[in-house]
């Protein structure tokens, strides 16, 4: 088993320093939810509602963003160039070190 170590800071600015394990095939917007971290995920993951918008702080590459999720935030609030839906990222070894921040609520 392998864990990542990511940072998520909150809505309120709290920085929460985080393990996720990459053997689950978990996302982030799950790791988020058993963290009890303000995160809705009402769609469960389908790149249907941006409640888990977050905007990346760190110089990782991601995946690609699907046309799905390119979708979802072009009608999205509080969008930047860093924004990503955490349902759409996988808990892979190669987000060791991630820090991402999660977007206003609406």
């Known amino acids: 088993m392998t864990d990542v170590n990511i940072t998520v800071t909150d809505r309120e600015g709290a920085v929460h320093d ?3 394990p990459t053997d689950m095939a978990m996302n982030l917007m799950e790791v988020f939810k058993a ?3 303000p995160v809705e995920g009402t769609c469960g993951g ?5 409640s888990c918008q977050c905007y ?6 991601l995946e690609e963003m699907q046309d799905e999720e390119e979708a979802m935030l072009s009608e999205a609030f509080f969008v930047k160039s860093s924004s990503r839906l955490g349902c759409q990222i996988p808990i ?4 060791e070190g991630l820090e991402v921040e999660l977007a206003p609520d609406y």
């Open 46 to 50: 389908m790149a249907m509602c941006a």
């Open 35 to 37: 963290y009890e971290l």
């Open 92 to 95: 892979t070894s190669q987000l």
């Open 18 to 20: 985080i393990v996720a």
């Open 56 to 61: 990346v702080t760190s110089s990782h590459e």
